[in-house]
């Protein structure tokens, strides 16, 4: 079919554009003629595609019959013989059966404990945009839910008449919400996408008050959904088998904000100062007529005894310097580091922080420097084993991408499962993966772009260039260990709405596990700087082989209706 454009020309003149059709890629060509007879495609050479490039090697001939009457129920002039060119590759593009990722669903196994997975993990969930003067709001953190993440992090502080408690981003101008209506939210929208376990990180500003008024809205909300152990001290976690539809509270015990000596989990420049947690230790202190800390410690069960109880998950640092936070002790517990503190602990503490996180949990947030919610890239602390990457969920550049696409994984549910190297040990030395190493080659990626479509049906005809059609140009990117990240590039194609380029590329992985497949389409600007087209980020391990549709999204992360590319995925070992 065939669309007519028209465009402005020297504000006087228009210039007109007919789209003409796309012409099928020459590899298309040939790979067609290999199975089609006098340029048809017969059902039994159908089903012979399925098995051989598409890899389905338990397709039945039924399946290959019924994909061919739904294409001619949808074509009503498809000839009843076989699939023309044309027509087969307008079914590869618009079978929603067809996509890259196998449809797996939850398949990781579950019953392990939560140290061995990956969570789905947001900073600052509540906030609406910046980290200095946004809105607090339960909008995110329900868009959060319903995406998929299960780490939802909330500040607690008083109010300004200190007699109840709101969350917002201490130290800055952002404007709060009411806790309870954050835990409402949660409550109502946990379990929307996934019924795996939500984790609250709570970061805790307040006063003894405050915490027990904490005690019982968690309480009252939660109700049954709420997770509390029963043993007094945790030894292994958990699994997420065993917590589906739970709701866990993690933040640090009572007895840590009046320990002089704790370390409180600080992000840079963006906490106040300690007053609310020097004058929760005064307080304390004066009604036990004591600072004695083997007194505190025996007390803090009667001082704190309904919020000391929600906690499911003991967050906190020891005492000491960075190597002392690495030490495994019988038991486990949540550590959390900025992104400098882990950038700077892997050069040192590289094998001790995997060693660590093969029991424990380690959380690692965005420096204070990031007022614009911009991210750090999480393939450092997920190749060193932390299970918590929490990034913001109010941006849209690439770093979010890579971990929408990480989460892909395992259908979706918010968990997905470490890789084995990451939690073996032992041998020589006690010796743990190296991320910073290049092991061998273990695949071979070969991606190949045929050709794009859906642009003209999303946007304005002068959307990307007011004279003329777009010159599209597609990246792909390996994000993973440092060895395996690699990028490539299509050449542009000049004025055409439905570009083909029919190129092929090879991208070697070492570590395949961690690795996620990028793609962006953009359009070629002579100012330098490309026009957005459209991504998707892909984990590589639920790659399908084979000619697949890949629909694209916008910069938020939302699925376009139309825009989609056609590509070619083969996996072979190296």
């Not at 290959?64 to 498809?78: D, G």
């Not at 004058?279 to 800390?293: C, E, S, V």
Request: hydrophobic letters at 35%; one cysteine or more.
């Amino acid at each position: 079919m065939a669309y007519k454009q028209h465009f402005k020309f020297c504000f006087c003149f228009k210039r007109m554009f007919r789209l003409r059709e796309a012409e099928p890629p020459e590899s298309m060509k040939i790979l067609f003629q290999q199975y089609s007879e006098n340029d048809i495609m017969t059902v039994d050479l159908l089903h012979r595609f399925l098995i051989e490039v598409q890899g389905e090697q338990n397709v039945s001939k039924d399946s290959a019959q019924a994909i061919f009457n739904s294409t001619h129920k949808i074509l009503k002039f498809l000839p009843r013989k076989g699939l023309t060119l044309d027509i087969f590759i307008r079914h590869l593009l618009s079978d929603d059966q067809n996509g890259p990722l196998r449809p797996l669903g939850v398949h990781h196994d579950m019953s392990a404990p939560l140290a061995h997975y990956f969570l789905y993990t947001s900073h600052n969930t509540y906030l609406t945009g910046n980290q200095l003067n946004s809105d607090s709001s339960t909008d995110p953190i329900i868009d959060a839910l319903k995406r998929g993440v299960r780490v939802i992090e909330l500040d607690l502080w008083p109010n300004s008449k200190k007699d109840d408690v709101e969350v917002r981003h201490g130290g800055t101008l952002t404007r709060p919400v009411e806790l309870i209506k954050c835990l409402r939210a949660i409550k109502e929208n946990a379990f929307w996408a996934t019924e795996y376990p939500v984790v609250i990180t709570f970061e805790d500003h307040l006063n003894q008050t405050l915490r027990a008024k904490v005690a019982k809205f968690v309480t009252r909300t939660f109700g049954d959904l709420l997770y509390r152990n029963d043993a007094e001290n945790l030894e292994v976690f958990p699994s997420p088998e065993s917590l589906k539809r739970r709701i866990l509270i993690s933040t640090k015990p009572p007895k840590e904000y009046l320990d002089d000596d704790s370390s409180m989990e600080r992000e840079d420049s963006q906490r106040q100062g300690s007053s609310d947690e020097e004058q929760t230790k005064n307080t304390y202190n004066k009604k036990l007529g004591a600072t004695d800390k083997v007194l505190l410690d025996e007390d803090e069960d009667q001082i704190f005894p309904e919020y000391r109880s929600l906690i499911a998950i003991h967050a906190g640092k020891p005492k000491g310097g960075i190597a002392d936070s690495f030490i495994d002790i019988n038991t486990v517990r949540r550590l959390s580091l900025s992104e400098q503190e882990l950038e700077n602990a892997v050069k040192t503490y590289g094998a001790a922080i995997i060693r660590f996180t093969q029991r424990n949990l380690l959380r690692v947030y965005p420096k204070g420097m990031r007022l614009d919610s911009s991210n750090y890239d999480p393939m450092l602390g997920w190749t060193h084993g932390a299970q918590m990457v929490a990034l913001n969920m109010q941006g849209h550049a690439k770093f979010l991408w890579i971990m929408k696409g990480m989460f892909r994984a395992n259908g979706g549910c918010g968990y997905v499962k470490k890789p084995d190297f990451l939690l073996r040990g032992g041998g020589p030395n006690n010796r743990v993966f190296d991320p910073s190493a290049r092991p061998p080659v273990q695949k071979i990626l070969r991606v190949t772009v045929y050709m794009g479509e859906g642009w003209v049906r999303e946007f304005r005809h002068t959307h990307f260039d007011r004279f003329s059609p777009p010159d599209f140009f597609v990246k792909v990117a390996i994000a993973g260990v440092p060895a395996d990240v690699d990028r490539k590039q299509t050449k542009a194609i000049e004025d055409e709405w439905v570009p083909v380029w029919d190129e092929s590329f090879d991208f070697s992985l070492r570590v395949p596990e961690l690795a996620v497949l990028r793609i962006e389409a953009l359009e070629y600007d002579t100012t330098g700087v490309p026009d957005f087209g459209g991504q998707t980020c892909l984990p590589i391990s639920e790659l399908r082989n084979g000619i697949r549709v890949v629909p694209l999204n916008d910069k938020k992360g939302n699925q376009y209706k139309h825009v989609r590319l056609l590509m070619r995925f083969e996996m072979r070992s190296a």
